[in-house]
């Protein structure tokens, strides 16, 4: 059972444009919602992360808005770049810090064309 | 912030024999690490997840005979494959959490192959 669904699976973006990816989840107990970028044969990097009590957050190209109503979440990359081409992952976890897994999504593999 | 490492970062084995992988967190001490498993294209998998000092909690379906996991100290966590075959061929990612905070920080995996 996926407890997190991501979309798309694939994207294609022209240098400059805006990426936005799209994470769902049924969980409510939820409570941390990162997005990890991961390039080939390396380890997933932590890019951005929110918690339930605010809808948006921003830093720098990045930015998370969250639907806690509709239970969706989503990754916003302005201005996208050729180096922004990477698998992205969102993911979610619940409860103590630190002491509860991280359910990750199906990733997204972005690819930003020059 | 917070850097974790992995070593090796790439091991051939024959089949049958025991390969070990270690994770440290650098600048940090990690009161849990996490070590998942990923397949080409795939998303990350979580094999288990292991306190400092305590034994390991397995996720459903992975053999805890097999992946062998020690959490020593609090920057040091090890994954041994044992009697490794072909089909354990991966990618093994290891992450690592201080336990005052949400962030899991991921090393940048160990590439195994088995022949």
């Known amino acids: 059972q996926q407890q997190v669904k991501q979309s798309p699976q694939s994207l294609i973006v022209q240098k400059g444009g805006i990426s936005i990816i799209n994470c769902a989840y049924e969980n409510t107990a939820f409570d941390y919602f990162p997005w990890y970028q991961q390039f080939p044969g390396k380890g997933p990097a932590l890019l951005i992360a929110?918690?339930?009590?605010?809808s948006e957050k921003k830093e720098g190209r990045f930015t998370i808005s969250f639907n806690k109503s509709a239970k969706q979440f989503s990754l916003h990359i302005m201005d996208s770049q050729p180096g922004d081409s990477a698998t992205y992952f969102c993911a979610a976890s619940n409860g103590v810090a630190g002491a509860n897994n991280l359910f990750f999504g199906t990733g997204t593999r972005l690819t930003v064309i020059p | 912030g917070a850097v974790v490492s992995q070593h090796p970062s790439w091991v051939i084995c024959k089949s049958g024999t025991s390969v070990k992988i270690e994770c440290r967190s650098l600048?940090?001490?990690?009161?849990?690490m996490f070590w998942y498993r990923q397949f080409p294209k795939q998303s990350l998998m979580l094999m288990a997840t292991?306190?400092?000092?305590?034994?390991?909690?397995?996720e459903q379906g992975v053999e805890k005979d097999k992946f062998l996991i020690n959490h020593a100290s609090l920057t040091l966590s090890t994954l041994t494959v044992t009697s490794a075959h072909p089909e354990d061929s991966s990618f093994y990612i290891c992450?690592?959490?201080?336990?005052?905070?949400?962030?899991?920080?991921f090393g940048p995996g160990t590439r195994l192959t088995v022949t």
């Open positions: 992450s690592a959490n201080s336990g005052s905070s949400y962030e899991q920080y």
């Open positions: 600048d940090f001490q990690a009161t849990t």
């Open positions: 292991s306190n400092e000092g305590s034994k390991a909690t397995y």
């Open positions: 929110i918690r339930p009590d605010v």
